[in-house]
């Protein structure tokens, strides 16, 4: 079953047309990594999926329950208790961790469990540890995120959107605000997760990632999907001379 | 002024301390609240709120806070003469204004009412200011988390605009401190009014001196307070 079905999104800011007929569908266990130059629309696409921004016009079905729909010319977004139903399915890993800074790492993980699921504090704490050996940062969850290193925030951002169980979870460039000598923990992570099965959306211009972590890459340029497919073949022989010229660029 | 004089001016004033702390205490209690009321009422999407708005901050921070009180302390007694003349004062709204006047509180009230309605009006500021320094991933992360908002004001925001307004708050706090002898204006007796009338029975600024080192020390008690509530947050950045 398809886990997200984008069809024919659109987006402008103004006069600015940043997301033309979108069209994609991500299955179960798929990891796909979105690739395009900056300004592409990557960022816009993952905030319109993840209700972060809203669309013009196209449809988005989530885990089976419809979020946007078009009725005739208008967009149509689904009821409050539904869109707010679907952001329970989806996480979000911003590029900028987004810590609660006032909050240890604990109490970063289990906030949402606890108060918006209702979990008892103890099954929610118990699955926050486990959640954190994952991650590799066992006994530091008494830790504020200011002690933390960038990489470590952004193990326990991954930490605080798994607490949640989510069907799918999209990441924004998780690697991007940190040294390039920290961007290994957080793609190991990732790895570990492809391996589990995790349904994964990615936004990354790691291109050697891309190609090793995902089953499905799709090339976005100038708010267009210009190219999509099983990362051998954008990777390996596209016939595309867009595609080909933007990965000539990290052919170096 | 010899020592002994000094001493006596000083047990005067610690005698009427307790006015001067009471305007102080209560004009913070309801001026606090009363200030994130008009952070709200500002933010107020409903155009016209949000401009009312703006415009009682205008009023309060735009003109002295002694022409407010003065024209607070005053207001009801007009209204009630006015009424008077025109005749209609029986069972009517403006009795029930008549008897308050002479209620044995009436000063401290309307001075309490002056004070709160100009502190709101800083207090919102500072409060505005800190709610829109909150980046927006906050926002976002807190919405992605499914929660409410009510819960992303509550438990993620407001935590964090109490740590970024204490500095803020703490001018303010010391200027109120200070603002508290504006009540002299309308013979409040509080400690200024009294080093005043001490003035004169000594024909010596001495008293004044003894006032401002009530002030003062008044104010170190404040800060070492804000100073140990900023240390109480330092434990995130
Ligand atoms: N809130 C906004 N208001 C106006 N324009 C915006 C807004 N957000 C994004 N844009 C514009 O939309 C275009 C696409 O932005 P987007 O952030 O989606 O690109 P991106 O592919 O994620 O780029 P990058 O690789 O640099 O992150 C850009 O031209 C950007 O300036
Ligand atoms: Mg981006």
Same mark, same amino acid.
């Given at each position: 079953?398809?886990?997200?079905?984008?069809?024919?999104?659109?987006?402008?800011?103004?006069?600015?047309?940043?997301?033309?007929?979108?069209?994609?569908?991500?299955?179960?266990?798929?990891?796909?990594?979105?690739?395009?130059?900056?300004?592409?629309? /990557?960022?816009?696409?993952?905030?319109?999926?993840?209700?972060?921004?809203?669309?013009?016009?196209?449809? %988005?079905?989530?885990?089976?329950?419809?979020?946007?729909?078009?009725?005739?010319? /208008?967009?149509?977004?689904?009821?409050?208790?539904?869109?707010?139903? %679907? *952001?329970?399915?989806?996480?979000?890993?911003?590029?900028?961790?987004?810590?609660?800074?006032?909050?240890?790492?604990?109490?970063?993980? %289990?906030?949402?469990?606890?108060?918006?699921?209702?979990?008892?504090?103890?099954?929610?704490?118990?699955?926050?540890?486990?959640?954190?050996?994952?991650?590799?940062?066992?006994?530091?969850? /008494?830790?504020?995120?200011?002690?933390?290193?960038?990489?470590?925030?952004?193990?326990?951002?991954?930490?605080?959107? !798994?607490?949640?169980?989510?069907?799918? !979870?999209?990441?924004?460039?998780?690697?991007?605000?940190?040294?390039?000598?920290?961007?290994?923990?957080? !793609?190991?992570? %990732?790895?570990?997760?492809?391996?589990?099965?995790?349904?994964?959306?990615?936004?990354?211009?790691?291109?050697?990632?891309?190609?090793?972590?995902?089953?499905?890459?799709?090339?976005?340029?100038?708010?267009?999907?210009?190219?999509?497919?099983?990362?051998?073949?954008?990777?390996?022989?596209?016939?595309?001379?867009?595609?080909?010229?933007?990965?000539? *660029?990290?052919?170096? | 002024?010899?020592?002994?004089?000094?001493?006596?001016?000083? &047990?005067?004033?610690?005698?009427?301390?307790?006015?001067?702390?009471?305007?102080?205490?209560?004009?913070?209690?309801?001026?606090?609240?009363?200030?994130? $009321?008009?952070?709200?009422?500002? &933010?107020?999407?409903?155009?016209?709120?949000?401009?009312?708005?703006?415009?009682?901050?205008? +009023?309060?921070?735009?003109?002295?806070?002694?022409?407010?009180? $003065?024209?607070?302390?005053? @207001?009801?007694?007009?209204?009630?003469?006015?009424?008077?003349?025109?005749?209609?004062?029986?069972?009517?709204?403006?009795?029930?204004?008549?008897?308050?006047?002479?209620?044995?509180?009436?000063?401290?009230?309307?001075?309490?009412? @002056?004070?709160?309605?100009?502190?709101?009006?800083?207090? @919102?500021? +500072?409060?505005?200011?800190?709610?829109?320094?909150?980046?927006?991933?906050?926002?976002?992360?807190?919405?992605?988390?499914?929660?409410? &908002?009510?819960?992303?004001?509550?438990?993620?925001?407001?935590?964090?605009?109490?740590?970024?307004?204490?500095?803020?708050?703490?001018?303010?706090?010391?200027?109120? $401190?200070?603002?508290?002898?504006?009540?002299?204006?309308?013979?409040?007796?509080?400690?200024?009014?009294?080093? &005043?009338?001490?003035?004169?029975?000594?024909?010596?600024?001495?008293?004044?001196?003894?006032?401002?080192?009530?002030?003062?020390?008044?104010?170190?008690?404040?800060? $070492?307070?804000?100073?140990?509530?900023?240390?109480?947050?330092?434990?995130?950045?």
């Amino acid at each position: 079953m398809a886990v997200l079905e984008v069809k024919n999104l659109s987006k402008s800011f103004g006069d600015l047309q940043v997301l033309r007929d979108i069209s994609f569908n991500v299955e179960e266990g798929q990891v796909v990594s979105v690739i395009g130059p900056s300004g592409s629309g /990557k960022s816009t696409l993952l905030r319109c999926v993840n209700q972060l921004e809203r669309a013009d016009s196209g449809e %988005i079905n989530v885990c089976g329950m419809n979020m946007l729909h078009m009725n005739g010319s /208008k967009a149509v977004y689904a009821p409050h208790k539904t869109l707010r139903e %679907i *952001r329970l399915r989806i996480g979000l890993v911003f590029q900028n961790f987004n810590l609660f800074p006032h909050m240890n790492v604990m109490q970063n993980i %289990i906030e949402a469990p606890v108060h918006v699921l209702k979990k008892p504090k103890a099954e929610a704490v118990q699955d926050a540890v486990e959640l954190l050996e994952k991650m590799g940062l066992s006994g530091k969850e /008494k830790a504020y995120p200011c002690e933390l290193s960038g990489g470590q925030q952004q193990r326990v951002s991954i930490a605080r959107a !798994l607490a949640l169980r989510p069907d799918v !979870l999209f990441f924004d460039e998780p690697t991007s605000a940190l040294d390039p000598e920290l961007t290994g923990e957080i !793609l190991k992570v %990732i790895k570990g997760l492809a391996a589990e099965k995790m349904t994964m959306v990615i936004v990354t211009h790691e291109m050697e990632f891309a190609r090793e972590v995902s089953n499905h890459v799709i090339f976005m340029d100038g708010g267009y999907i210009v190219e999509e497919g099983a990362p051998e073949l954008l990777f390996g022989d596209t016939q595309n001379e867009r595609t080909k010229q933007f990965l000539s *660029r990290y052919r170096k | 002024m010899n020592f002994d004089d000094y001493l006596k001016v000083s &047990k005067i004033l610690l005698e009427y301390l307790p006015y001067t702390l009471k305007l102080f205490f209560f004009t913070l209690l309801f001026s606090i609240p009363l200030g994130m $009321v008009v952070t709200w009422l500002k &933010k107020c999407r409903f155009k016209p709120v949000s401009w009312l708005t703006n415009i009682y901050i205008l +009023i309060m921070r735009g003109t002295p806070l002694m022409l407010q009180i $003065v024209a607070v302390y005053f @207001a009801i007694p007009m209204m009630v003469s006015s009424a008077k003349k025109a005749g209609s004062i029986e069972g009517t709204f403006y009795e029930t204004l008549d008897k308050f006047k002479a209620n044995e509180n009436y000063m401290f009230i309307m001075l309490v009412i @002056a004070f709160s309605f100009n502190y709101a009006a800083y207090f @919102a500021e +500072i409060f505005r200011g800190g709610i829109e320094s909150i980046p927006v991933g906050q926002y976002e992360a807190s919405s992605m988390l499914g929660l409410t &908002k009510m819960q992303t004001f509550f438990r993620i925001i407001l935590p964090q605009v109490v740590k970024r307004v204490i500095p803020a708050t703490s001018n303010e706090v010391i200027v109120l $401190v200070k603002d508290t002898s504006l009540a002299t204006i309308i013979s409040y007796t509080e400690i200024m009014l009294k080093a &005043k009338q001490q003035m004169n029975a000594y024909s010596s600024i001495g008293p004044l001196f003894v006032a401002g080192l009530f002030y003062f020390v008044l104010n170190a008690v404040v800060t $070492v307070a804000f100073m140990l509530i900023e240390k109480h947050y330092d434990y995130y950045k």
